[in-house]
């Protein structure tokens, strides 16, 4: 079973799943799923219980959930092409430690805009939501900034899944619009950069429903309905072997 990802959209941080998997190169396809209304349905949390994308079917048929898990998933297996490392080395370590902070801070910073944007509010609530994120957003921004400092990518002189990962939350400032990103130069360095990536553009590219040419090992799109047959196919093959 070539393995599935379900993304997202619109803006989904799934996002940095596809361009790890575009980076990694091996073949994958794609499950779209609209948020909210897909997301949330009884169809989707047979695959995720939570109701939240990212999520990846792999080719053994199991369900892999949270995009720190799928990352190291994707990560185990790009170790030979510079993807991820060795569990047990420093620069595992590092990475993990890059991975959490995004997911913790860097996201986390966003959650009261994105709670604002999907839930009607009085004025008042609105306001306190919106003042809330802008000042975490800033915060993350400037912690983030000075952690990167002069460095080509995140960790250092090469890429990694932490700027997939980056790649997909980064671009909620713009969505947003509480904070520029010029303030903050080098981030700002690094998010250009990843813009000019093919995976990124590929990405892009997907969530807009544009006529998308891979770089990696994008092989087609997959319904949610065809999918979840599939995955218990799989299964029942495994148990019956």
């Known amino acids: 079973m070539t393995p599935i990802l379900f993304y997202g959209v619109p803006s989904g941080c799934s996002f940095g799943s596809i361009v790890a998997l575009e980076w990694l190169g091996r073949p994958y396809r794609l499950s779209r799923i609209e948020m909210p209304e897909v997301v949330t349905s009884d169809a989707f949390r047979r695959i995720n219980p939570v109701g939240e994308t990212p999520a ?6 199991a369900i892999v959930t949270e995009s720190m898990a799928i990352l190291n998933w994707i990560g185990a297996r790009g170790i030979d092409g510079s ?44 306001a306190v939501l919106r003042e809330f994120g802008t000042i975490k957003v800033k915060k993350a921004h400037a912690q983030l900034e000075a952690m990167l400092g002069d460095r080509p990518w995140l960790l250092g002189d090469r890429r990694t899944l932490a700027d997939a990962y ?12 509480v904070v520029n990103r010029a303030d903050y130069p080098n981030l700002d360095r690094l998010y250009r950069k990843l813009q000019q990536d093919p995976a990124v553009r590929f990405a892009n590219t997907i969530e807009a429903e544009g006529e998308a040419k891979s770089a990696g090992g994008f092989v087609g799109h997959v319904g949610l309905e065809q999918a979840w047959a599939e995955i218990v196919a799989k299964r029942e093959q495994r148990l019956a072997a």
Do not use: C
């Open 56 to 61: 990846l079917a792999t080719d053994g048929g």
């Open 83 to 126: 993807l991820g490392f060795a569990q047990g080395t420093p620069e595992f370590d590092r990475l993990n430690q890059m991975l959490a902070y995004l997911n913790t801070t860097f996201f986390n910073a966003f959650v009261p805009l994105w709670h604002l944007y999907e839930h009607a509010s009085d004025d008042t609530t609105k």
């Open 166 to 177: 980056f790649a997909g939350i980064a671009r909620w400032t713009d969505y947003h619009g």
